[in-house]
Antibody
Framework: EVQLVESGGGLVQPGGSLKLSCAAS????????MTWVRQAPGKGLQWVATIKPDGSGKYYADSVKGRFTVSRDNAKNSLDLQMNSLRSEDTALYYC???????????WGQGTRVTVSS | QSALTQPPSASGSPGQSITISCTGTSGDVGRYNYVSWYQQYPGKAPKLIIY???KRPSGVPDRFSGSKSGNTASLTVSGLQAEDEGDYYCSSFGSSSVFGGGTKLTVL
């Protein structure tokens, strides 16, 4: 069974940093485009970042560009999201997902919650 | 990177059909046949139910169907069932990935 398990969420002060991780199993991670999607409390889904299978291409939403960095370790089947200069509007449940092709997300984790508050 | 436009709510009685629209631009929905739809229950992760406008992943009932005309994509749920109640989101490929604001479907 395909599994995506996120970790690393928590409470952080504005301006702080946090690193999210996603452990993948039971699919060919190394050949998969991977994406982070977030959902603020009571709100809709928002695309955050996508990384190509070999890590050579990284794409970000304007709202996080320059603050967030997506990376991956294909040897460990893991995906990361380094979040710096966090703002209250970054408060959300962060999902790790696989992009099967052209922004079609077929596998999702259960999410890890990030709260940015003083 | 403006969000796709969906109606905030939709409703129907069991057995009826409902259609949810998703309006984008000529740069995303209108340009590519890469529109997806997701179903989300409260407290759960989204589930892919339609991809590439009208394709269903394995295991998704054929009561769910998708279409597109111009800059607007649509999800139709036929033969509504109580278990279809939930939130539905569209997404599209474009200069970047973009989601719709979501539609809350209520089965009366």
């Amino acid at each position: 069974e395909v599994q995506l398990v996120e970790s690393g969420g928590g409470l952080v002060q504005p301006g702080g940093s946090l690193k999210l991780s996603c452990a993948a199993s039971e699919f060919t991670f190394s050949s998969s485009w991977m994406t982070w999607v977030r959902q603020a409390p009571g709100k809709g889904l928002q695309w955050v970042a996508t990384i190509k299978p070999d890590g050579s291409g990284k794409y970000y939403a304007d709202s996080v560009k320059g603050r967030f960095t997506v990376s991956r370790d294909n040897a460990k089947n893991s995906l990361d999201l380094q979040m710096n200069s966090l703002r209250s509007e970054d408060t959300a449940l962060y999902y790790c997902s696989r992009d099967q092709a052209y922004s079609s997300f077929d596998y999702w984790g259960q999410g890890t919650r990030v709260t940015v508050s003083s | 990177q403006s969000a796709l436009t969906q109606p905030p709510s939709a409703s129907g009685s069991p057995g009826q059909s409902i259609t949810i629209s998703c309006t984008g631009t000529s740069g995303d929905v209108g340009r590519y046949n890469y529109v997806s739809w997701y179903q989300q229950y409260p407290g759960k992760a989204p589930k892919l139910i339609i991809y590439e406008v009208n394709k269903r992943p394995s295991g998704v009932p054929d009561r769910f169907s998708g279409s597109k005309s111009g800059n607007t994509a649509s999800l139709t749920v036929s033969g509504l069932q109580a278990e279809d109640e939930g939130d539905y989101y569209c997404s599209s490929f474009g200069s970047s990935s973009v989601f719709g604001g979501g539609t809350k479907l209520t089965v009366l």
